[in-house]
């Protein structure tokens, strides 16, 4: 049942389609603005694309997904148009992957990621991220180092993720897998954390994103759940393309600051 639960992939037969349009889109936004690349540590993959809006922009740091074994910033460089045209700068991080680096490691480089982030431009950014993502950009927030998160499709708890085969590149066991769940840690005082989940997503994903945001708003944190309706774990993205759409002026207005 978990393994249903969470392959998405399977759960969508067509996702090839909208990861074509991710890739198609990232490359019209390379073209149209080619970012610089920051590094923020010695290995091929610690790096970021640098999206900048101009002096003194606020950041928005967007994690990809792929459960910590996929992918890389090159595919979402489609997330930086819509905020640029909203005067936000964007930063891309790429990380290293399962089952080379465990997932403690993969957490410390996108801290290091963040901080390098901070260093450059004196402010901690919002940070937000997709599926593996999401998870990523709540243990940041969770560490104070983003001044809020705006979590798609995120996984908050991974101790399900054990018993499914998405665990035999991992090799989480049950006290490592408790230890990195942002859902078992306190939420800083004041922050900020949004749970995005699509409509059209498994119910676990569903529950991830619900519980996550139920757990922190009783301890304190202003927190928003939401389900977009007919939204699938790939096409929610596509939300991402639009300057006009509610996820986009989310993130503008939490970077900005308003």
């Keep these: 049942m978990l393994e249903a639960q969470y392959n998405n992939r399977a ?3 067509d996702h090839p389609a909208v990861m074509a349009r991710w890739k198609a889109g990232s490359a019209a936004a390379r073209a149209a603005h080619p970012p610089e690349i920051l590094k923020y540590g010695p290995g091929e993959r610690e790096r970021i694309d640098w999206f900048d809006a101009g002096k003194g922009a606020p950041v928005v740091v967007f994690i990809h997904g792929g459960y910590w074994q996929a992918l ?9 148009p819509p905020l640029l045209a909203r005067g ?3 930063a891309i991080p790429t990380y290293d992957l399962a089952p080379t680096v465990r997932l403690g490691r993969i957490v410390d480089q ?22 593996a ?8 927030l969770t560490d104070g180092r983003a001044s809020a998160a705006v979590s798609l499709s995120g996984v908050f708890d991974l101790e399900p993720l054990i018993p499914t085969s998405l665990n035999a590149a991992l090799d989480l066991n049950p006290a490592e897998a408790r230890a990195l769940s942002p859902i078992h840690r306190s939420a800083p005082a004041g922050v900020v954390l949004d749970c995005i989940v699509g409509g059209a997503e498994s119910e676990a994903f569903l529950r991830q994103s619900e519980a996550m945001a139920a757990r922190w708003a009783v301890q304190g944190a202003d927190t928003r759940f939401e389900a977009l309706p007919g939204l699938n774990h790939f096409t929610m993205l596509d ?13 503008a207005t939490l970077a900005h600051g308003r």
Excluded: E, K, Q, Y
């Design 11 to 13: 759960l969508v037969p």
């Design 133 to 140: 993502g999401g998870h990523m950009a709540a243990c940041l």
């Design 72 to 80: 890389d910033a090159g595919w979402f460089s489609f997330v930086a």
């Design 239 to 251: 939300l991402l393309f639009d300057t006009d759409s509610a996820i986009v002026a989310r993130l």
């Design 88 to 90: 936000v700068s964007v």
């Design 110 to 131: 996108m801290r290091a990621a963040v901080d390098l982030i901070h260093a450059r431009t004196g402010a901690r950014p919002v940070v937000s991220g997709h599926s």
